[in-house]
């Protein structure tokens, strides 16, 4: 069952503006995780978010959770071409085990 | 390098011909895991690993087998292929469970005629 889902499906931006990605998950979470994927390939590990952080900040991302509304947001700021991939939501909790659940994904796309 | 690997890269195979995609990594990590990636619906989580000759189920396990013998490997076994299971395959580790996973292989894909 997929329980992280990301939105929007797709977002097309211009070369220096911000992006912005949701995900939103169903059941409790230790922790939530972003990850970047260029077509195809492996998943890169953009940052992890425990349960009990509420904002992260690595470089130009940023990444908000707010466990009330069981939601994410990662914000890319002043985006480049080379930010143009799949990005994904995925977190693991108490599922009785060490499950890990990935959002679909939002395809990103930055115009140059 | 700290790295997972995978083999093959590609594989094209027919319905009912067992195959294994191999997994290796080199950080000593205990947790490793296989996922699937379809169109439209992310990675499915197939089989997880807790440590030598610790496995279990993820969201899709039917139709595969795993092993964990030694602590870099995780080989991923389809007894009998069928071409629902064309998909692009990733293996990843961490170091410990209790977190989606840090580092990814490149991705295997399968195709099942």
């Known amino acids: 069952s997929q329980q992280g889902e990301e939105d929007p499906q797709a977002l097309s931006i211009q070369e220096g503006e911000n992006a912005t990605m949701n995900c939103s998950y169903k059941?409790?979470?230790?922790?939530l995780q972003w990850y970047r994927q260029n077509s195809g390939r492996g998943l890169v590990h953009l940052i992890l978010?425990?349960?009990?952080?509420r904002e992260k900040h690595s470089g130009r991302l940023r990444v908000t959770l707010d466990t009330s509304k069981k939601s994410s947001s990662l914000l890319i700021t002043a985006s480049r071409a080379a930010d143009t991939a799949s990005y994904f939501c995925a977190t693991e909790g108490f599922t009785g085990g060490f499950k890990t659940i990935f959002g679909a994904g939002t395809r990103l796309f930055v115009k140059a | 390098e700290a790295q997972v690997t995978q083999n093959p890269r590609y594989l094209i195979t027919v319905t009912g011909k067992k195959l294994t995609v191999t997994c290796s990594q080199n950080m000593n990590h205990e947790y490793m895991s296989w996922y699937r990636q379809d169109p439209g619906l992310g990675l499915r989580q197939i089989y997880y690993s807790m440590n030598v000759e610790v496995t279990d189920k993820g969201d899709v396990p039917e139709g595969y087998k795993v092993s964990r013998k030694e602590k870099r490997n995780f080989p991923l076994i389809l007894e009998s292929p069928s071409p629902n299971q064309t998909s692009l395959y990733f293996c990843?580790?961490?170091?410990?469970?209790?977190?989606?996973?840090?580092?990814f292989g490149p991705g295997t894909r399968l195709l099942v005629l």
């Open positions: 059941t409790s979470i230790n922790n």
């Open positions: 990843a580790s961490s170091l410990v469970a209790g977190g989606a996973p840090k580092y």
């Open positions: 978010i425990r349960s009990n952080e």
